[in-house]
């Protein structure tokens, strides 16, 4: 079966630094486009990065341009979410999600996802 993991959630303070972790299964990771998306409560689910699976290119919502960094590890099967510079407004649950075509910042058009791990930034 098509399985996504997130692992790295955890209770940091702000200024500090998280990083989130997409284990895929069930498939080639290097086939996939990944992306990061979050829903804090009371919002709707949030695109926050994506990385392509041809070049590796990379994309990121405005607000964490500079401080989140998206990369994958096709021998691991694995993308990561580096988060740096935490801000209470990033306090989310954190999704990865998964489409072959390429990246979209919609959840709608991801048909795998993971369960979420939740983050939360407060001092």
């Known amino acids: 079966q098509v399985q996504l993991v997130e692992s790295g959630g955890g209770l940091v303070q702000p200024g500090g630094s998280l990083r989130l972790s997409c284990a895929a299964s069930?498939?080639?990771?290097?086939?996939?486009?990944i992306g990061w998306f979050r829903q804090a409560p009371g919002k709707e689910r949030e695109g926050v990065s994506c990385?392509?699976?041809?070049?590796?290119?990379?994309v990121y919502v405005d607000s964490v341009k500079g401080r989140f960094t998206i990369s994958r590890d096709n021998a691991k099967n694995t993308v990561y979410l580096q988060m740096s510079s935490l801000k209470p407004e990033d306090t989310a649950v954190y999704y990865c999600?998964?489409?072959?075509?390429?990246?979209?910042?919609?959840?709608?058009?991801?048909?795998?996802w993971g369960q979420g791990t939740q983050v939360t930034v407060s001092s």
């Open positions: 999600a998964a489409r072959v075509y390429d990246c979209s910042g919609y959840a709608g058009q991801y048909p795998y």
């Open positions: 069930g498939f080639t990771l290097d086939y996939y486009h």
């Open positions: 990385i392509s699976t041809s070049d590796s290119s990379t």
